[in-house]
DNA sequence: CATCGAACGGAATCGCGTGTCAGTTTCGGA
DNA sequence: TCCGAAACTGACACGCGATTCCGTTCGATG
C-alpha cells in the first residue's frame, strides 16, 4: 500500500521525516501553553530549525493546527472503529465485552496522554468556528456509530425494543466525555469511573 | 440585604449601570467571534462609547472575561442549587421528579441561549489554563451535588446500596453535558435527550 | 572538484490590538 | 450662571508575532 513507488528519493524520505517532526513538535507546544500564546518561532525552536523554514512545510499556523488535530482525530477515529463491527455481537454478555474493549481502547488513548483531550475537548474549539465544527463533527460521528451498536442490539432483542437509539448513543457518549473530562484531574480514577459508567448503562441507578 | 446603604448617588447607579452594559456587550462579542478574535474596541463601539472609557472599569482584557464567565457560572450554579435541597425528596418517584426539575432548568438556561454553552464549554477552556481550571471547578462542584443527591437515595434506599456515588456522578453529569452539546447543533431534540438520559439512568439499556 | 538547484535561517517587514494620556465634555452643587 | 471634579474620548505609542525574502549552505550530479 504505501510501495506506490515514485521516486521517493533519500532527500525526499528526509522531507517527509520533518514534516513529522513539526506536527509533533506543534502538537507539544499548542498543548503546553495552548494554540493562542504558542509561536511559530516556538515550534521551530524547539525542533533547533529557523521559523522561515517552518513556512516551506506549512502554509500557516492555522494550517499546522489543522494537521495536529488530524492525527488525533485519526487516532480517536482508529480506536473506535478498529476491530468492532457493531453486528459482530450477537447477545448482551458479548455486547457487554465489546463495548468494554472499546471503552479500555479509549481509556488508553485519553489517559496515556492527557493533552490528547485537553487539546481536542479544551484548546481545539476556542481556535475558530470551523475546528469548533470539526470537533461537533467528531461528536456526530461517535454517536452514529453508537447508535448503530444500539440499533443492532434492539433488532436482535438484547436491548430495549423500545430504545430511542440516537439520543441514547448521545446520553452513552456523554458519559465517556465525562469520564475523558474527569481524567484530566484524576488519571487514577479512570478505571472505576468506567465501570460506574457501565453499571449505569446496564442496570441503571434504582435499587431492585 | 442590598441595602447596605452607603451614597448610592444617581451618577453611582448610572455607572453600575454602565458596568453591566460592559459585560452584556462583552458576551454578545465573545459569543460570536471568539475571546480571541474580539478586540475592546469592538466591545467598546458596540455600545457606542470610546475604548478609553472601558478602561475605566476593567483592568483589562482579561479581567473582563473573568467577569462574563462569573456571571454565567451564577447562572449554572443557580439553576443547579436552586429549590432543591438533596433531602427534600424521600422516593424514587420523588427524586424523578426532582431531577426532571433540575434537568428542565439547565435545558432553559442552555437551550434559550446557545451562546451560554458555547462560551462555557467551547471558548472559555481555550483561553488559558487559569480559565480551563475554572470550567474544570464547575465540573467538579456539579459532580459534589451530583453525589449528594445520589448519597441521599442510597442511604434512603430507593437507589441501589452499592452505587458509586462518585464516579457515577461524574456519568450522569457527563450525560447531561452530551445533552448540552447536541443541543448546540439541534436545540430541538433537547426534550427527547432528557427524557432518553432519564430513561438510561433509570431502567439501564438491556431488554428485561 | 566545479556547478547548480533546492533547502535553510534569521533579519527585516508589516499589521494589529492593547493600553495610555492629554484634551474635551458633562454634570451636580453653589 | 458659573466652577470644579469626574467621566469620556480617540489619537498615539508600543510591543508582539505572523509572514516574507534573500543571502548562505547543502548535497546531488557529471
Do not use: W
Amino acid at each position: 500500500m504505501t510501495s506506490s513507488a515514485e521516486p521517493v528519493s533519500r532527500a525526499e524520505r528526509k522531507k517527509q521525516e520533518l514534516r513529522r517532526e513539526i506536527i509533533d513538535a506543534a502538537f507539544d507546544c499548542f498543548a503546553e501553553r495552548g494554540y493562542h500564546a504558542t509561536g511559530i518561532a516556538d515550534v521551530a525552536t524547539r525542533l533547533g530549525i529557523g521559523h522561515g523554514t517552518f513556512y516551506r512545510y506549512f502554509q500557516n499556523k492555522r494550517d499546522i493546527v489543522d494537521h495536529v488535530v488530524d492525527d488525533l482525530v485519526g487516532r480517536v477515529t482508529g480506536a473506535l472503529t478498529a476491530e468492532n463491527a457493531p453486528d459482530a455481537v450477537s447477545t448482551l454478555a458479548e455486547y457487554r465485552e465489546q463495548s468494554a474493549r472499546i471503552g479500555e481502547s479509549l481509556a488508553r488513548i485519553f489517559g496515556e496522554d492527557p493533552r490528547v483531550p485537553r487539546l481536542l475537548l479544551f484548546e481545539a474549539p476556542g481556535i475558530d468556528r470551523a475546528m469548533a465544527e470539526r470537533i461537533l463533527d467528531l461528536f456526530d460521528l461517535a454517536a452514529a456509530l453508537t447508535s448503530a451498536y444500539l440499533s443492532h442490539g434492539v433488532e436482535l432483542g438484547y436491548l430495549r425494543a423500545d430504545l430511542d437509539v440516537d439520543n441514547t448513543a448521545r446520553a452513552i457518549n456523554g458519559m465517556i466525555l465525562g469520564t475523558a473530562i474527569s481524567s484530566l484531574r484524576t488519571p487514577e480514577a479512570q478505571t472505576a469511573q468506567s465501570e460506574a459508567l457501565r453499571r449505569v448503562m446496564y442496570d441503571g441507578i434504582a435499587a431492585r
